[in-house]
């Protein structure tokens, strides 16, 4: 369930995308088929008028996060949906998206939550497999590109047939969604976790920060055997976020360092302001906002503080009063200029990236306001 996988799975549950078309594996008929389909509605689209603004409403929105939470898709879309929502005056509500989470378990037995693979998933029935399971909480009269509504292609799609890898709502993979949003001084506009790509032993832990300044700083010391570090410690990485890196590049995926690994250790809990691949698993807690270097207090972090992660209470705080914090943050030197932000498309990035929540999307690429808010609770 890489980022790719995710993604078009999302864009069928919106409508966006033809349905049937998630899953097909690139080297198969069924994509040529799914192709062509895609070129021809396209063009009926035209003659019917039917535009995207008509399909990627607030209600396709919920449609696709929902099915994000039940695929255990990649952490990643929520970034990519945030920023889609952003251009149409949407706003997507991390609050509303872990309310979302505890209402929808992962019915998906695929890596890294399960065991199976995107082409099982097809040969299991695709993503109408997944739709049928989840039909009571979708948004049916939603329209899709076919001019036909999301119930209405539910319906064409029949019923299923016995397979192994979407479990029935009443026996799923992971009994919440596989995304859990997190809050705390740590993270004030909020983090996320993919918990059910977790170790259950380490969603509720206190431990030791041991802290990387930065990618160049990761690469120079997590592999010594000088390292200070253990197994129930916290590895801490920053400055990899939408202006720290600059890009927030797919670092979130912090290695067990040599030293530990050697000794067998396969899991510890990493904290990052950056991403993550789809295809990763871990108790990794990724897009910690404000990132470091946008002010957030993951830049006041040093080695050796308290640091308690408790998915179940959605909490992800530094034991240190906010006293301490706000010395650190009025000592804290001024952030080093670097030539290359000052000039050309790099100094645009610069003052116009938005943080992860929003989807990393220029600000001026936003709707003017926010017309809508999802998900909403029903």
Known sequence: ????????????????????????????????RVAERTGAQAVAMIAAGLTPQRIL????????????????????????????????????????????????????????????????????????????????????????????????????????????????????????GGIAVLRGNLAPAGAIIKQSAADPALMEHEGRAVVFEDLEDLAARIDSDDLDVNADDVLVLRNIGPKGAPGMPEAGYIPIPRRLARAGVRDMVRISDGRMSGTAAGTIVLHVSPEAADGGPLALIRTGDRISLSVSARSLN???????????????PAPAERPADARGYRALYMRSVTQAEHGCDFDFLRAPAM????????
Do not use: W
Not at 3 to 13: D, F, K, L, R
Not at 130 to 153: C, K, M, Q, S, W
Not at 371 to 378: D, E, M, Q, S, Y
């Open 57 to 176: 409403t607030p209600e396709a929105f919920e449609n696709a996060l929902r099915v994000l939470l039940a695929i255990g898709g990649s952490t990643n879309g929520i970034v990519h949906l945030a920023a889609m929502a952003g251009r149409l005056g949407i706003e997507i509500d991390l609050e509303g998206l872990d309310a979302f989470g505890r209402q929808t378990p992962v019915l998906v037995d695929l890596k890294p939550s399960g065991e199976y693979y995107m082409e099982d998933l097809h040969k299991a029935g695709g993503l109408a497999a997944v739709l049928r399971e989840l039909r009571p909480l979708l948004n049916l009269d939603a329209l899709t590109v076919t001019g036909r509504t999301l119930g209405e292609e539910l319906d064409a799609a029949g019923p299923g047939f016995p397979q192994q890898v979407v479990r029935p709502a009443s026996d799923p993979i992971f009994p919440q």
């Open 1 to 32: 369930m890489g980022t790719a996988s995710t993604m078009a799975c999302v864009a069928e549950a919106m409508g966006i995308a033809l349905p049937g078309s998630a899953t097909a594996p690139a080297v198969t008929a069924d994509r040529m």
């Open 318 to 332: 530094v034991l240190l009063d906010e006293a301490e914090l706000a010395a650190r943050r009025a000592a804290a």
């Open 371 to 378: 017309t809508a808010r999802v998900p909403r609770l029903r």
